[in-house]
């Protein structure tokens, strides 16, 4: 079996290479990302393999059709990129629905204390053998409220970290987890007050019309001054836009961004020898208080371990079964999710 992998990078092709040669998948890997310029690369192939960034359109999801292309194999959890409803009764989308959740949840903790204790600043500082302190003061996170939206599996792992910190919890997901909230250290609230009440809010919520911006002029309206602000999910939960005035306006008092709305320019490539067009991003790298890394939460040699061999054991099961459980149905549900009408 033979598939299209597009936008390789070369931390993929380790993992991939070893879960592919055990069940025998045979990966192409095409370092340019997938939309309607590039779908021609997959003719030949039996399926496509794609990450965040690539594009799986109407007219993507026509043409792999007719080139007889039955997969679209997601490398990942998150599916806003591909038109679902377009997709249904022309290709089947397998995605990985989780994969090392501590590699985020961790990754989110790390960018938080980094900011807070200014640790990139002494990390700068120290290299030119630059001891002073002045501005350097932080705060501690024990007993400070962090509002955490989105409680699926990163979330709960990001809750669990926070506790560990003596972090009170505000908690808010449409569809709550059993047993999360206890009444105490961990509690299920509104959105509003969770803005309201938090000191810091961390997004770990899939990318769907309820939560597109997310946080924007209005809710940051209703934050506290000085709320910190921790994105490690989707670039479009937060516009960044409202984000970047809130800063300048020093309601928000720090940022930390793995993601951004209009990454896939961007994210992933050296542009270091260049001018940024975006000036949105470019102003929240320049800003002290904000903290940018790309997309680079998941990668973790577990995660890419993990990433692979679901990937693979997805095409693997779909092609021999012609079912998958990690299979999307077209409202962007999976079928457990289809047959409790959490998908409608």
């Known amino acids: 079996m033979k598939i299209a992998f597009f936008d390789a990078k070369p931390y993929d092709k380790p993992s991939f290479d070893k879960s592919?040669?055990?069940?025998?998948?045979?990966?192409?890997?095409?370092?340019?990302?997938?939309?309607e310029d590039t779908v021609e690369l997959a003719s030949g192939f039996d399926g496509v393999c794609v990450f965040v960034n690539d594009t799986v359109n109407a007219r993507v999801v026509d043409r792999l059709h007719e080139m007889g292309i039955g997969i679209v194999a997601l490398r990942c959890a998150g599916f806003n990129n591909v038109d679902m409803a377009h997709a249904y009764g022309k290709v089947h989308v397998l995605r990985v629905p989780a994969y090392s959740p501590y590699a985020v949840a961790e990754h989110t903790m790390a960018l938080l204390l980094t900011s807070i204790r200014r640790i990139h600043k002494a990390y700068i500082r120290t290299r030119d053998f630059n001891f002073s302190l002045a501005g350097m003061t932080g705060f501690d996170l024990h007993s400070k409220t962090v509002g955490v939206i989105g409680t699926g599996r990163i979330g709960r792992v990001f809750i669990d970290i926070c506790r560990g910190f003596g972090m009170k919890v505000l908690a808010y997901d449409k569809y709550p987890a059993e047993g999360l909230d206890n009444g105490d250290t961990v509690k299920?609230?509104?959105?509003?007050?969770?803005?309201?009440?938090?000191?810091?809010?961390?997004?770990?919520?899939?990318?769907?019309?309820?939560?597109?911006?997310?946080?924007?002029?209005?809710?940051?309206?209703?934050?506290?001054?000085?709320?910190?602000?921790?994105?490690?999910?989707?670039?479009?939960?937060?516009?960044?836009?409202?984000?970047?005035?809130?800063?300048?306006?020093?309601?928000?008092?720090?940022?930390?961004?793995?993601?951004?709305?209009?990454?896939?320019?961007?994210?992933?490539?050296?542009?270091?020898?260049?001018?940024?067009?975006?000036?949105?991003?470019?102003?929240?790298?320049?800003?002290?208080?904000?903290?940018?890394?790309?997309?680079?939460?998941?990668?973790?040699?577990?995660?890419?371990?993990?990433?692979?061999?679901?990937?693979?054991?997805?095409?693997?099961?779909?092609?021999?079964?012609?079912?998958?459980?990690?299979?999307?149905?077209?409202?962007?549900?999976?079928?457990?999710?289809?047959?409790s009408g959490k998908c409608f």
């Not at 592919?20 to 939309?35: D, Q, R, S």
């Open 188 to 339: 299920y609230t509104s959105l509003d007050r969770l803005f309201e009440q938090s000191d810091i809010i961390s997004l770990h919520c899939p990318l769907t019309e309820d939560t597109y911006h997310i946080i924007d002029e209005k809710s940051l309206a209703k934050c506290k001054r000085g709320v910190v602000i921790l994105n490690t999910s989707r670039g479009a939960l937060v516009d960044a836009e409202a984000l970047l005035e809130g800063i300048k306006s020093r309601k928000v008092g720090a940022a930390c961004l793995d993601v951004y709305e209009e990454e896939a320019d961007f994210f992933f490539q050296d542009f270091s020898g260049h001018i940024l067009e975006d000036d949105v991003l470019a102003r929240l790298i320049s800003m002290p208080n904000v903290i940018v890394t790309s997309h680079q939460a998941f990668l973790t040699e577990e995660a890419l371990t993990n990433i692979a061999e679901t990937t693979t054991n997805n095409i693997v099961e779909f092609t021999r079964s012609g079912k998958c459980p990690n299979e999307l149905c077209y409202r962007g549900g999976s079928a457990e999710d289809c047959k």
């Open 20 to 35: 592919g040669a055990e069940l025998g998948v045979e990966y192409k890997y095409f370092e340019t990302k997938l939309n």
